[in-house]
């Protein structure tokens, strides 16, 4: 991704982005690399993160790390955030996005399902929030994003799981956008529609047919204009959906 011209620069910022192996978090990986931001990427794959790390550090390995963490575990989410401290100095800009989808009817989804959902969508969230926001304090504030979803407003059949981990993350978002703010520390979530990345478990990347979804670089730039926004107002919730969508 090529930072256009007039776009805000993020030299000195530190970011951490959970699940930035793949898709969406990838692409928000390298738009704050783009802007000269130093990254932690967080993954529970080692495959994943090697090949992350291939393509994100180019000529800026020196601003760039990659962990292996699973944001279910509160000792790996802090594990994540002190990386970034440890590494380049502290935390700027949290942004949340490791998600799982596993969709099917209430009746036939095991309680393992169930859990993995949940705590990784929503708990997961917590756990690096409360990971990043002391830090996020003394450095005199910061930005937390959080990657949610449009299911969390429009529940669908099979997604009973997905939908409730969405919706407990805008209320999250909602109720932590205020206990934050006098701190400087700004706080969004940012709800895609359908994105072509094969997220959905046991799928593959969509082909020409999904050309009319979202691309991960979509969200990527919502969220540093999200971070580029002035100060004195705050987008707290960004809804975004595909232009044209496929008609049915």
């Known amino acids: 991704m090529v930072m256009s011209s007039g776009a805000q620069t993020l030299t000195g910022k530190i970011a951490v982005v959970t699940g930035g192996t793949r898709g969406i978090g990838l692409s928000i990986a390298e738009a704050l690399l783009s802007r000269e931001a130093s990254v932690i990427v967080t993954g529970r794959d080692t495959s994943h993160l090697e090949a992350a790390r291939k393509r994100l550090s180019r000529d800026r390995a020196d601003r760039l790390h990659t962990v292996r963490a699973d944001v279910r575990d509160p000792d790996d989410a802090a594990q994540a955030v002190n990386a970034a401290v440890e590494r380049f100095g502290g935390v700027d800009i949290l942004v949340n996005n490791a998600g799982v989808g596993v ?5 036939e989804m095991d309680v393992t399902q169930w859990h993995d959902v949940i705590e990784t969508n929503l708990s997961g969230v917590f756990f690096c929030c ?8 003394e450095r005199g504030g910061g930005w937390i994003i959080n990657i949610s979803s449009l299911a969390g407003k429009n529940a669908f059949t099979s997604g009973a799981a997905y939908c409730a981990s969405k919706a407990g993350l805008n ?3 909602e109720a932590l956008m205020q206990e934050v703010r006098y701190d400087n520390i700004r706080v969004s979530y940012v709800m895609p ?8 478990r046991g799928t593959s ?5 999904d050309d009319w979804k979202l691309a991960p670089e979509d969200v990527a730039q919502v969220v540093v204009d999200l971070i580029a926004h002035p100060a004195r107002s705050l987008p707290s919730r960004v809804e975004l959906r595909p232009s044209r969508p496929a008609k049915r």
């Open 205 to 209: 990347p969509s082909g020409p047919a």
């Open 171 to 173: 209320a999250f978002s």
């Open 103 to 107: 969709f099917a009817p209430v009746a």
């Open 130 to 137: 409360h990971a990043a926001i002391p830090h996020m304090r």
């Open 193 to 200: 529609g359908s994105v072509s990345t094969g997220f959905a």
